[in-house]
C-alpha cells in the first residue's frame, strides 16, 4: 500500500505531499477492521457490526474501501511510474507486487486440508492436493487484492470508459459464472470473500477507487458533488440488483427474511449486488473525507498513523488478538468486552505508532 501523491486541482503539489483524505481514509478503515475483527465474535455487539453473509452489514463495508483505496493509488502510481519508467517497468512492478501479495497471503491465510503421514500424502496426489488447497483459505483480502490488480493491469491506465466497460465486462461474468454453478459452489463450501473467482467482484471497488482518483486529479470544481452523487447512484444500483430475486429486498445494514440467492448482498460469495452497494458506500464516504481532510484541513493522527502503514496493521493485529482472546468468552458482559478491545487497540496503535515514528513503513 504506497504513499500516495497527486497534483490537487487548484495547484501543484510540492514533491512528496501526500493526499490527506486517502490517509485519513485508509486509516478509518484500519480501525473498522481493528473493531468488527476483534469484536465479531461476541455476543454483546450489536448484529450490525458482525458478518452474516447474508445482508450488507456495518462490518462488510470494511474490506471493500480497502479496495477502493487500493484502486485510487494504483491508478496514481501505476501513471506515474509509465511517465517516469514506461510501461515494461510499470507492469513489471504490478505483477511483482500482486506475486508478493499472493505469496505474503499464502504464509498469512495457509493452505486448505493437511496431511498426517507420507502414505496420506502420496495417496492424495498432485490432482488431490490441487484441488483441495486451493477452495477456500487462501482467498482472503491479500490475494484478492493481488488478483484484482493484476485483472484489472490492461485497463488501469485507460481512460474513464474503458474502465467502466471493464467493471461491467466483470460484472456480468461473475454473474455469469455464479449463474451457472459458481454461486453454489461458494457458498456450499464455504468460500470467503467470494473465493477463487471473487476478484471479478472485487474489481468493482478497486475501479471505482481508480475512477475517484480521477476526479480529485481532473482539476475541476465540484469534486465532492461528484463523488457523492456517483456513491448514492452506485448504492441505489447495488440494492435494486438485490431486489432481482423476485422479492423486495430488505434494505442495506437490515437483516433479510428471504432465503439467500445470488442477489442476496453477501460478502461471502462476494455477489454483485454487495459490491456494487459497498462500492458506492465508499465513494460517498471517501467524498466525506474530502470535505472535512482537505478542504477544512482535519485530521486525527490516529487515522494518520494506521492509514500510513496499513498493511504493518493488517498483518499484526491477528496476532494481537491471538495473544488476548484466550480469557475473553465470546459471551462475556459488554464492560469486559470493551475493556479487552481497548486493551487489544491500545497495542496495535503503539506498535503502529512506533514504526510510523521510526519511519517504517510496510509496502508492497
Known sequence: MEA??????????????????????RGYTVVGMLFVNFLGNFEALPAIFKHHNSYCSYADTIMPQFFFAVGFAFRLTYLRRLETAGARAAMG?????????????????????RTSSWAELQALGLRGFVTTAFQRNLFQTLVHIALASIWCLPVIAAGRAVRVGFLIFSSVLHLGLSSWFYFDWVWNRPGIDGGPLGFLSWTIPLLVGSLAYDTMANGRAGKVARLAGWGVVMMAIGYGISCMGGTLAAPPFV?????????????????????????????ALYALFVVVCDRDGLQLRMFSVFGRNALAAYILHPLVAGAMKQYMPHDAPAWYVAAGFGIYFWINYLFINYLDRSGLHLRL
Do not use: E, K
Open 93 to 113: 512492478a504490478v505483477l511483482r507486487r500482486g506475486l508478493g501479495l499472493i505469496l505474503l497471503g499464502f504464509v498469512i491465510y495457509h493452505l486448505d486440508g
Open 255 to 283: 437483516a433479510p427474511s428471504q432465503s439467500v440467492t445470488l442477489w442476496t448482498m453477501s460478502q461471502r460469495s462476494g455477489s454483485l449486488s454487495y459490491l456494487t452497494f459497498a462500492s458506492g458506500f465508499s465513494l
Open 4 to 25: 500516495t501523491t497527486i497534483r490537487p486541482a487548484s495547484a501543484p503539489a510540492p514533491s512528496g505531499s501526500r493526499i490527506v483524505s486517502l490517509d485519513q481514509f
